[in-house]
């Protein structure tokens, strides 16, 4: 439960960064592509080598499995930004949130996870609460299609770590982490390539911030995985970190929580402890 907790804590200095940056940086694709440098850095330390391809039989396994979570990454990035500009912010944030659902159903389907009574309950609550906080603003309406590749795109991404828990080589976790960033960082390229997006010093210090808490939290939830269900887990991950995020707003941001928020984060409260029962 350490480790879930400690993701936790790391995706929600992630948001803080991210919401830092805004006022001293124009952040874009230049911004993530540094923040992917720094994963791949941190991947490589941890590896305890300065192989990106150590000798083994099972590393081919890592190499497809972290490639295949690289494109889902930086496919749910570039889906979020395209449904901002047509769907506005509020469903954009509700489904991109809502793809825990992902992980949550291939768990059970998949891998013969079976949540208890509570813990279905929690999981329903959790969604509930994903909802209603980001609800009750005047919302842009544009292309469904597209808010649910959002969603199945970024739940993807989490699917991947459940299935290199099952199926994927122990000793290489690092490296297939490595391989994630590694290409998630090669399309990002690209991607400012294409765009002709250019960046300064501000965005390479908020891209090498943003990258620690983000290699940390890809990296104890891949951890928390050995010891936490994914039904459990992935569903406490996404509430727990709204929670976080949330009293670090209204404590260093000052920033106000309607009715409706308070009463969502009741909720995720009562979920949370209903799915770690």
């Not at 192989?51 to 570039?78: C, H, R, T, W």
């Not at 509020?90 to 813990?119: C, D, H, N, R, W």
């Not at 969604?127 to 919302?139: F, S």
Request: net charge positive; glycine share 10%.
């Amino acid at each position: 439960m350490i480790y879930l907790i400690l993701a936790m804590v790391s995706s929600m200095l992630v948001a803080v960064f991210m919401r830092l940056s805004e006022k001293y940086s124009r952040g874009g694709t230049g911004m993530l592509a540094v923040n992917y440098v720094m994963c791949c850095a941190l991947s490589l330390a941890f590896s305890g080598s300065i192989n990106l391809f150590p000798a083994s039989e099972e590393l081919p396994s890592a190499l497809m499995l972290g490639g295949i979570n690289g494109v889902l990454y930086l496919a749910g990035f570039v889906l979020l930004q395209w449904n901002i500009s047509k769907n506005g912010v509020v469903l954009p944030s509700t489904f991109m949130k809502l793809g825990v659902l992902v992980p949550t159903v291939i768990s059970m389907i998949v891998f013969g996870e079976q949540p208890g009574a509570a813990q279905i309950i929690g999981i329903l609550m959790a969604v509930a609460a994903i909802i209603l906080i980001n609800g009750g603003e005047k919302q842009k309406t544009g292309s469904a299609p597209g808010l649910v590749l959002l969603l199945l795109a970024g739940g993807s991404g989490d699917v991947m770590s459940k299935v290199y828990e099952e199926i994927g080589p122990a000793a290489l976790k690092d490296q297939f982490l490595l391989y994630t960033f590694m290409t998630a960082l090669i399309l990002c390229a690209a991607l400012c390539i294409a765009k002709k997006q250019s960046f300064g010093w501000k965005e390479a210090l908020f891209g090498l911030l943003v990258g620690i808490p983000n290699y940390f939290s890809a990296r104890f939830l891949l951890l928390s995985l050995k010891d936490v269900p994914a039904v459990v887990a992935y569903p406490s991950f996404s509430v727990g970190t709204i929670v976080l995020v949330t009293v670090v707003g209204v404590l260093c941001f000052k920033e106000k929580l309607s009715r409706r928020k308070m009463i969502a984060l009741g909720v995720i409260l009562v979920s949370l402890a209903l799915l770690n029962l």
